[in-house]
């Protein structure tokens, strides 16, 4: 069985360019364009990990964090901001809500495939 991903950015092209780069180390991704997405998708599959980014239309990627993790089923579900915004502040407070890790944009596929792969083990 494959492992799900669920990756949430509100831009497009990163998220085409997530699913593109994933393909390859065979995961199954969703992506969503925004919180409610990401919340509506979380409640209906069971994912291996989460790829968010900070900036969102609706929620911040911290406050979507925290509300993933109100979900019973992803409450141990590893969580990995991504982001292009150089705030000082933003990896410090990505631990504090429980992300398991920090990706700043850009960055290249293998970066990414190999934080992916790490994260599923």
Do not use: C, W
């Not at 831009?11 to 780069?21: D, F, I, L, P, Q």
């Not at 991704?29 to 989460?50: C, I, P, R, Y």
């Not at 089923?73 to 429980?98: E, I, L």
């Amino acid at each position: 069985m494959l492992s799900k991903v669920l990756v949430v950015d509100d831009e497009s092209v990163t998220r085409r360019v997530v699913v593109h780069a994933l393909k390859a180390i065979s995961v199954e991704v969703f992506d969503a364009a925004d919180g409610a997405q990401a919340l509506a998708l979380a409640s209906e599959h069971a994912f291996s990990l989460a790829l968010v980014d900070i900036n969102l239309p609706d929620i911040d990627g911290f406050g979507l964090i925290r509300a993933l993790q109100e979900i019973p089923h992803m409450q141990n579900v590893p969580m990995v901001v991504f982001t292009a915004r150089s705030d000082p502040g933003d990896d410090q407070q990505a631990r504090q809500v429980g992300a398991a890790g920090f990706l700043y944009k850009p960055f290249s596929t293998q970066e990414l495939r190999e934080l992916v792969m790490a994260h599923l083990g």
